[in-house]
């Protein structure tokens, strides 16, 4: 657009010039060899601007003959170039679409047309077609080839990471995803593959920096950066409790701060707090971590904060929690633990069928039978809830791919995953769901529909009847599914001389054991069929 309104400028100055020479007529004399030549001013401008235009056109006509060598080699190159481009496209879907033949093809195609210096997605093209030929010692070798460009580089460490992943080198895999972090912090493979070697080597502060170099380049969200750091604070706290407790309770405090619902890290603050005589604070932070969500270690702890307590004022303590979390079956078996150490086992036996009837659980069982053995000492009850204790789901854990804790960790023992643990109810057992009804109160009673027998129809029967003499055990055999009714003529059938039969003895039970009791009668379940 502007060299047209250059054009246009140039075209009405050359007109305004004509114009205006029109305007003004004049001679011109030119003498040249003895000859003296007059023209017009207007045929003089006319020539001058002629003879420009003819030397401009000779000028151009004489650049073009001297650059023509290099403007066909050019065009040649351009055409060369796009064609390789071509198969170097149509190559990389056939990549992605598994074909490893037209791959191949199209790389061979390509490296003729383009040189791989000039184009890096060659050498990405050879080994996403060695892979998909089986040839991963060659894929491997040109992804370490990509090592030595800048350009390629981490292209190469992601294809080397790869490798060893498939091939269960998990060291390997590590150091090149740390080279390639060290680099670029933003990739997330990279800084995952690299956060769990941190935390499986104890490297809480480089995990803390990876973390928020993470977060920096928001790679993650900030409530999950949030919750990572408190993880490896609460990790790195755990690590120097006993060597460093300054260092420790900073790092402690700091996760908390971060995750007030956050238990183990709670604890570990607390307990760092109780340590330094500091009770007021610790019991602050295990009050708001109770609000949010009960946990027992917790109100182990807190119920323990003074060592030199006695068990009523455990017991108090204990009921100040409940008082918190109100209708919580943790809060329950809380003031039950606490009233059994403190022997008021009326209390404990209140809230641990509280606590049962909130959630019933195996922990509840075990402590309702210590509480049944320290009051009584009656075997056979404390027996019959160890059996419903069996049979009970189980109390909630620290689980992390299968593997069952009683204390939290920060990674996975199996495989090394940051914040792996949830506190849930592991797996059920096998004899728990069978017989997971056998105890609950409003049980339905099973029953079987009779299936409806169709009415006989009126059959005209063409074999010939049978003989009255056929023997009794054939219609015996006929009839063998009827039952027949018990009628007064029946009772009346009866011989008076009949010899009485007596009924079967009960068997006695034994000393030890008292039986079911009655109040439970009603949660027992009408089937028979029991694995255990």
Same mark, same amino acid.
């Given at each position: 657009?502007?060299?047209?309104?250059?054009?246009?400028?140039?075209?009405?100055?050359?007109?305004?010039?004509?114009?205006?020479?029109?305007?003004?007529?004049?001679?011109?004399?030119?003498?040249?060899?003895?000859?003296?030549?007059?023209?017009?001013?207007?045929?003089?401008?006319?020539?001058?601007?002629?003879?420009?235009?003819?030397?401009?056109?000779?000028?151009?006509?004489?650049?073009?003959?001297?650059?023509?060598?290099?403007?066909?080699?050019?065009?040649?190159?351009?055409?060369?170039?796009?064609?390789?481009?071509?198969?170097?496209?149509?190559?990389?879907?056939?990549?992605?679409?598994?074909?490893?033949?037209?791959?191949?093809?199209?790389?061979?195609?390509?490296?003729?047309?383009?040189?791989?210096?000039?184009?890096?997605?060659?050498?990405?093209?050879?080994?996403?077609?060695?892979?998909?030929?089986?040839?991963?010692?060659?894929?491997?070798?040109?992804?370490?080839?990509?090592?030595?460009?800048?350009?390629?580089?981490?292209?190469?460490?992601?294809?080397?990471?790869?490798?060893?992943?498939?091939?269960? @080198?998990? &060291? *390997? =895999?590590?150091?090149? %995803?740390?080279? #390639?972090?060290?680099?670029? $912090?933003?990739? !997330?493979? +990279? /800084?995952?593959?690299?956060?769990?070697?941190?935390?499986?080597?104890?490297?809480?502060?480089?995990?803390?920096?990876?973390?928020?170099?993470?977060?920096?380049?928001?790679?993650?969200?900030?409530?999950?950066?949030?919750?990572?750091?408190?993880?490896?604070?609460?990790?790195?706290?755990?690590?120097?409790?006993?060597? @460093?407790? &300054? *260092? =420790?309770?900073?790092? %402690?405090?700091? #996760?908390?701060?971060?995750? $007030?619902?956050? !238990?183990? +890290? /709670?604890?570990?603050?607390?307990?760092?707090?109780?340590?330094?005589?500091?009770?007021?604070?610790?019991?602050?932070?295990?009050?708001?971590?109770?609000?949010?969500?009960?946990?027992?270690?917790?109100?182990?702890?807190?119920?323990?904060?003074?060592?030199?307590?006695?068990?009523?004022?455990?017991?108090?303590?204990?009921?100040?929690?409940?008082?918190?979390?109100?209708?919580?079956?943790?809060?329950?078996?809380?003031?039950?633990? !606490?009233?059994?150490?403190?022997?008021?086992?009326?209390?404990?036996?209140?809230?641990?069928?509280?606590?049962?009837?909130?959630?019933?659980?195996?922990?509840?069982?075990?402590?309702?039978?210590?509480?049944?053995?320290?009051?009584?000492?009656?075997?056979?009850?404390?027996?019959?809830?160890?059996?419903?204790?069996?049979?009970?789901?189980?109390?909630?854990?620290?689980?992390?791919?299968?593997?069952?804790?009683?204390?939290?960790?920060?990674?996975?023992?199996?495989?090394?995953?940051?914040?792996?643990?949830?506190?849930?109810?592991?797996?059920?057992?096998?004899?728990?769901?069978?017989?997971?009804?056998?105890?609950?109160?409003?049980?339905?009673?099973?029953?079987?529909?009779?299936?409806?027998?169709?009415?006989?129809?009126?059959?005209?029967?063409?074999?010939?009847?049978?003989?009255?003499?056929?023997?009794?055990?054939?219609?015996?055999?006929?009839?063998?599914?009827?039952?027949?009714?018990?009628?007064?003529?029946?009772?009346?059938?009866?011989?008076?001389?009949?010899?009485?039969?007596?009924?079967?003895?009960?068997?006695?039970?034994?000393?030890?054991?008292?039986?079911?009791?009655?109040?439970?009668?009603?949660?027992?379940?009408?089937?028979?069929?029991?694995?255990?």
């Amino acid at each position: 657009m502007i060299r047209i309104l250059l054009f246009l400028a140039v075209v009405f100055a050359l007109g305004l010039g004509f114009a205006w020479l029109a305007d003004r007529p004049g001679e011109m004399v030119v003498t040249f060899s003895g000859y003296q030549y007059q023209v017009s001013l207007m045929v003089a401008a006319v020539a001058v601007v002629a003879v420009v235009a003819a030397v401009m056109i000779v000028w151009w006509l004489i650049k073009s003959l001297w650059n023509s060598p290099y403007t066909i080699s050019r065009y040649f190159r351009v055409r060369r170039r796009d064609r390789g481009y071509q198969a170097l496209s149509t190559g990389m879907i056939a990549a992605g679409a598994g074909d490893g033949a037209l791959a191949r093809k199209k790389t061979k195609e390509a490296a003729k047309l383009i040189r791989s210096d000039q184009e890096p997605l060659i050498q990405l093209l050879e080994a996403q077609a060695s892979l998909l030929e089986g040839d991963h010692e060659g894929a491997r070798e040109k992804f370490e080839i990509m090592l030595d460009d800048p350009e390629m580089r981490l292209l190469g460490l992601r294809g080397l990471y790869l490798e060893a992943e498939r091939l269960g @080198d998990r &060291n *390997a =895999a590590r150091h090149y %995803a740390g080279r #390639a972090a060290a680099v670029a $912090p933003q990739l !997330a493979w +990279a /800084a995952e593959s690299t956060l769990e070697d941190l935390t499986g080597r104890g490297d809480w502060d480089g995990a803390l920096k990876l973390v928020e170099a993470q977060k920096s380049t928001r790679q993650i969200e900030r409530d999950a950066a949030n919750r990572r750091r408190a993880v490896l604070l609460t990790a790195k706290a755990q690590a120097l409790i006993d060597s @460093d407790p &300054n *260092a =420790a309770k900073t790092a %402690a405090i700091e #996760a908390n701060r971060l995750r $007030p619902d956050f !238990a183990p +890290a /709670a604890v570990v603050a607390a307990k760092l707090l109780f340590r330094q005589n500091d009770v007021r604070k610790g019991a602050k932070i295990l009050e708001a971590a109770w609000k949010a969500e009960p946990h027992p270690e917790i109100a182990e702890l807190y119920t323990h904060a003074r060592p030199a307590d006695a068990v009523l004022d455990r017991l108090n303590r204990a009921k100040k929690l409940q008082e918190m979390k109100k209708n919580h079956a943790e809060s329950s078996l809380t003031v039950a633990r !606490a009233a059994l150490d403190a022997q008021d086992y009326k209390t404990a036996r209140q809230e641990a069928e509280a606590a049962i009837r909130m959630d019933r659980r195996e922990g509840a069982y075990l402590l309702l039978a210590d509480i049944e053995e320290a009051e009584t000492g009656d075997q056979g009850k404390v027996r019959q809830l160890l059996s419903k204790a069996v049979r009970a789901p189980r109390d909630p854990a620290w689980v992390a791919d299968g593997v069952v804790s009683d204390r939290w960790a920060p990674v996975s023992p199996i495989t090394g995953k940051l914040d792996a643990f949830e506190w849930r109810a592991p797996m059920e057992r096998l004899g728990q769901l069978i017989d997971s009804h056998e105890d609950a109160p409003d049980a339905a009673v099973p029953t079987i529909a009779a299936p409806i027998k169709p009415a006989k129809e009126n059959v005209i029967e063409l074999t010939p009847a049978v003989s009255a003499e056929k023997p009794a055990a054939a219609a015996s055999e006929r009839d063998e599914d009827q039952v027949a009714p018990v009628t007064a003529a029946a009772f009346a059938a009866v011989p008076p001389d009949a010899e009485s039969v007596e009924p079967a003895e009960e068997l006695a039970r034994l000393p030890d054991d008292p039986g079911v009791d009655p109040d439970d009668e009603d949660q027992k379940s009408p089937r028979k069929f029991r694995l255990f």
